[in-house]
Protein backbone atom coordinates (compact mmCIF):
# COMPACT_ATOMS: atom_id res chain seq x y z
CA UNK A 1 0.00 0.00 0.00
CA UNK A 2 1.11 3.39 -0.94
CA UNK A 3 -0.69 6.70 0.05
CA UNK A 4 -0.10 9.87 -1.90
CA UNK A 5 -1.35 13.19 -2.17
CA UNK A 6 -2.59 14.18 -6.10
CA UNK A 7 -1.08 17.75 -7.49
CA UNK A 8 -2.69 18.04 -10.32
CA UNK A 9 -5.47 20.31 -9.15
CA UNK A 10 -6.02 22.32 -6.10
CA UNK A 11 -8.02 19.90 -4.73
CA UNK A 12 -5.21 17.84 -3.22
CA UNK A 13 -6.80 14.22 -2.80
CA UNK A 14 -5.27 11.65 -0.84
CA UNK A 15 -4.58 8.73 -2.54
CA UNK A 16 -4.22 5.16 -1.49
CA UNK A 17 -2.67 2.79 -3.83
CA UNK A 18 -3.40 -1.20 -2.95
CA UNK A 19 -2.05 -4.04 -5.29
CA UNK A 20 -4.56 -6.06 -6.92
CA UNK A 21 -3.30 -9.29 -8.66
CA UNK A 22 -1.18 -7.39 -11.37
CA UNK A 23 -2.75 -3.79 -11.03
CA UNK A 24 -3.63 -1.34 -8.63
CA UNK A 25 -6.48 -0.33 -6.61
CA UNK A 26 -6.88 3.18 -6.62
CA UNK A 27 -8.93 4.85 -3.92
CA UNK A 28 -9.35 8.39 -3.07
CA UNK A 29 -9.29 10.31 -6.31
CA UNK A 30 -11.87 12.62 -6.61
CA UNK A 31 -11.79 12.83 -10.78
CA UNK A 32 -9.78 10.55 -13.93
CA UNK A 33 -6.93 12.56 -13.70
CA UNK A 34 -6.58 11.88 -9.80
CA UNK A 35 -6.30 7.47 -10.98
CA UNK A 36 -4.06 8.43 -14.16
CA UNK A 37 -1.75 10.22 -11.63
CA UNK A 38 -1.25 7.42 -9.06
CA UNK A 39 -0.80 5.17 -12.10
CA UNK A 40 1.89 7.06 -12.78
CA UNK A 41 3.38 7.85 -9.63
CA UNK A 42 3.43 3.61 -8.99
CA UNK A 43 4.97 3.03 -12.29
CA UNK A 44 7.11 5.70 -13.39
CA UNK A 45 7.35 9.29 -11.40
CA UNK A 46 7.58 12.18 -13.69
CA UNK A 47 9.00 15.70 -12.19
CA UNK A 48 10.23 18.50 -13.73
CA UNK A 49 14.05 19.25 -12.76
CA UNK A 50 15.15 22.88 -12.17
CA UNK A 51 18.62 24.13 -10.88
CA UNK A 52 21.53 26.56 -11.41
CA UNK A 53 24.32 25.85 -13.96
CA UNK A 54 27.47 27.68 -13.94
CA UNK A 55 28.31 30.68 -16.28
CA UNK A 56 31.71 32.10 -17.20
CA UNK A 57 30.40 35.19 -16.03
CA UNK A 58 31.18 36.89 -13.00
CA UNK A 59 28.30 39.32 -13.16
CA UNK A 60 26.53 36.52 -13.17
CA UNK A 61 28.26 33.65 -12.07
CA UNK A 62 24.86 31.11 -11.56
CA UNK A 63 21.94 30.36 -14.42
CA UNK A 64 18.74 28.92 -13.42
CA UNK A 65 17.68 26.27 -15.74
CA UNK A 66 14.85 23.41 -16.07
CA UNK A 67 13.83 20.63 -17.77
CA UNK A 68 11.10 21.51 -20.86
CA UNK A 69 9.35 18.51 -19.74
CA UNK A 70 8.62 16.38 -17.02
CA UNK A 71 11.56 13.25 -16.52
CA UNK A 72 11.99 10.22 -14.56
CA UNK A 73 12.53 10.81 -11.27
CA UNK A 74 15.52 8.12 -11.78
CA UNK A 75 17.53 10.26 -14.00
CA UNK A 76 18.01 12.95 -11.85
CA UNK A 77 21.10 12.12 -10.45
CA UNK A 78 22.80 11.07 -13.53
CA UNK A 79 21.43 14.88 -15.08
CA UNK A 80 22.85 16.78 -12.23
CA UNK A 81 26.23 15.12 -12.60
CA UNK A 82 26.34 16.28 -16.20
CA UNK A 83 24.78 20.13 -15.10
CA UNK A 84 27.11 20.29 -12.19
CA UNK A 85 30.06 20.22 -14.87
CA UNK A 86 28.45 22.45 -17.44
CA UNK A 87 29.87 25.76 -17.66
CA UNK A 88 27.81 28.09 -19.90
CA UNK A 89 29.72 30.37 -21.92
CA UNK A 90 27.35 32.31 -24.07
CA UNK A 91 24.61 35.39 -22.79
CA UNK A 92 21.35 33.60 -23.03
CA UNK A 93 17.20 34.45 -22.99
CA UNK A 94 14.75 32.53 -20.82
CA UNK A 95 13.76 29.74 -22.98
CA UNK A 96 17.24 28.91 -24.47
CA UNK A 97 17.89 25.18 -24.92
CA UNK A 98 21.39 25.63 -22.81
CA UNK A 99 21.97 21.59 -22.81
CA UNK A 100 20.81 18.33 -24.73
CA UNK A 101 19.96 15.20 -22.24
CA UNK A 102 18.53 11.86 -23.68
CA UNK A 103 16.31 14.13 -26.08
CA UNK A 104 15.18 16.20 -23.28
CA UNK A 105 16.13 20.10 -23.44
CA UNK A 106 17.63 21.89 -20.53
CA UNK A 107 16.29 25.45 -21.19
CA UNK A 108 17.54 28.88 -19.51
CA UNK A 109 15.02 30.02 -17.13
CA UNK A 110 16.69 33.75 -16.81
CA UNK A 111 18.16 36.60 -18.68
CA UNK A 112 21.42 36.78 -18.55
CA UNK A 113 22.07 39.98 -20.44
CA UNK A 114 20.55 41.76 -18.92
CA UNK A 115 23.82 42.53 -16.53
CA UNK A 116 25.87 42.97 -19.86
CA UNK A 117 28.07 46.24 -19.54
Avoid: H
Wanted: aromatic share 8%.
Amino acid sequence: MKRIICVLCPRGCRITILPQEGEYGIRGNSCPKGREYALQEIKEPLRTLTTTVCTAFPDFPRLPVRTKKEIPFRLFPVLMEKLNRLVVEERVIPGKVIYRFEEVDILSTADCRALYK
